[in-house]
């Protein structure tokens, strides 16, 4: 299933609001679009729906910054690849073993190459300033609880 609506940053709060309540362990949430989109304040709203009570830095010079109870209610990985430069630096990661009781919120997923997940939901933010569009790649995984009708 595919979803696209108007997005603007204001519009981030509340929308990652609704998809991080509705994140369960296992899950990927792939975050795509170009430098500035807002691809990490999406993310914070997620991580900010699950308990996060302060900022969460940019995981871009981290590449994986994790979040645990009792900062959150549910493990989260929230990871940037922008700095990787091949898939053999991925598995230095170990980006599945969060997978076991947490999820993982990726930055910059065309990174990934072949280690993308089938089954995760792919956002992508397109255009600028206020007219931005946001495209969700809905798996059958998350149709039931995709709260963005």
Not at 83 to 94: A, F, K, P, S
């Amino acid at each position: 299933m595919q979803s696209r609506r108007p997005y603007s940053l204001e519009d981030a709060d509340r929308i990652g609001a609704a998809i991080g309540a509705a994140l369960r362990p296992g899950d990927v949430v792939l975050l795509s679009g170009d430098l500035g989109a807002g691809k990490t304040t999406l993310a914070r709203a997620m991580l900010k729906a699950r308990g996060l009570a302060g900022e969460a830095p940019s995981p871009t010079f981290a590449i994986v910054q994790p979040y645990a109870p009792p900062e959150v209610d549910l493990p989260i990985a929230h990871v940037d690849l922008y700095r990787i430069e091949g898939e053999d630096e991925l598995i230095e990661l170990g980006l599945d073993d969060y997978l076991y009781d947490g999820a993982l919120l990726i930055e910059w997923p065309d990174r990934l190459g072949a280690q993308a997940w089938g089954d995760a939901l792919a956002l992508t933010i397109s255009g600028g300033g206020d007219t931005r569009v946001l495209t969700a790649e809905v798996p059958p995984a998350w149709e039931a609880r995709w709260p963005l009708r």
